[in-house]
């Protein structure tokens, strides 16, 4: 079992956090409900005679059902990897030119993204998201509130944001989006003429620069028609520094999608989404968007 899980993610095992992420999982279900660690203690009170690892209710049941459950996901990833990317020949893989990446027709579509908003900061902004008219779209709504809390840290509120979950797959590996054959992010969307945000979110694995964020502001003309945004790459900057970093593509990484709110106007909102793609477009060959500056070189 060990030496599937270092085949499966060999990388992984070259930090003690990562270690202790794959063993949990692992352990889980066989632990059932049950804790490795002792709970809280209230000052004062008298600290637990009994080990905590004798509260353990080992469930080989639960463990061995984990198990059968990982090792057909592994089953299947490995054959759709030795077939090509996604289970598909290579061939079409590279003649493909769209993709569909989310689409909204039911509640387990929706379950696939979280939504956030200023209240936990404090604030006093309302979002949510459920599905559109005949099941066809997502419906993210609510109300943007620009009332900062009164903390005495907080300076600025009013946002609400809905973001993709991230991936995993056997084991609880991380999985990384491939978009290395399109150059465009591909949106149907219906808005109500207010600005959006759209977030793709890093986490580099050989990078100093954790959490950087491209963004692309997408702006809804409102109405009762639907608009087909198409989003270069180059179009994105990022904006997690308060600079542009040229030939940066969000392409490669790791990253998770957004849509965020924050006009500093009080009121309701809404926004529906039909489906998220991407796109090859042929006739797009801008690599970057924005003026870059040579660095000073020593002589």
């Not at 198990?67 to 290579?90: A, C, F, I």
């Not at 009013?158 to 491939?178: A, L």
């Not at 028609?225 to 790791?254: A, C, M, T």
Request: glycine fraction near 8%.
């Amino acid at each position: 079992m060990a030496l599937a899980v270092m085949l499966l993610n060999g990388s992984s095992f070259h930090s003690g956090c990562c270690r202790h992420k794959v063993l949990l999982s692992l352990l889980g279900p066989l632990l059932g409900n049950s804790k490795l660690y002792s709970s809280y203690r209230r000052p004062g009170a008298e600290p637990e005679k009994k080990p905590s690892w004798q509260n353990a209710d080992f469930s080989f049941k639960k463990g061995i059902d984990h198990l059968k459950t990982q090792l057909s996901l592994l089953k299947k990833e490995t054959q759709d990897y030795l077939k090509g990317p996604r289970g598909h020949p290579v061939s079409q893989h590279l003649l493909e030119q769209t993709k569909v990446l989310w689409q909204f027709r039911s509640q387990e579509d929706l379950n696939k993204w979280v939504i956030s908003s200023d209240v936990e900061i404090g604030g006093k902004s309302k979002v949510y998201i459920k599905l559109g008219r005949n099941n066809q779209a997502a419906l993210l709504y609510g109300t943007l509130n620009t009332e900062v809390p009164r903390d005495g840290e907080t300076k600025y509120s009013g946002y609400c944001s809905m973001r993709s979950r991230p991936v995993v797959g056997s084991f609880n590996r991380k999985k990384y989006y491939d978009w290395s054959n399109f150059n465009s992010l591909y949106l149907r969307v219906r808005g109500d003429g207010r600005p959006w945000m759209v977030n793709i979110y890093t986490d580099p694995y050989f990078s100093h620069q954790k959490d950087d964020l491209y963004s692309y502001f997408m702006f809804t003309r409102g109405g009762p028609y639907w608009e087909e945004i198409k989003i270069p790459f180059s179009k994105f900057f990022l904006s997690s520094r308060g600079r542009v970093q040229d030939n940066q593509h969000p392409v490669w990484l790791d990253k998770t999608l957004g849509f965020s709110i924050g006009d500093k106007v009080d009121g309701p909102f809404q926004l529906e989404i039909d489906f998220i793609g991407l796109l090859n477009d042929r006739a797009h060959r801008e690599e970057f968007a924005y003026e870059t500056y040579d660095k000073n070189t020593p002589v």
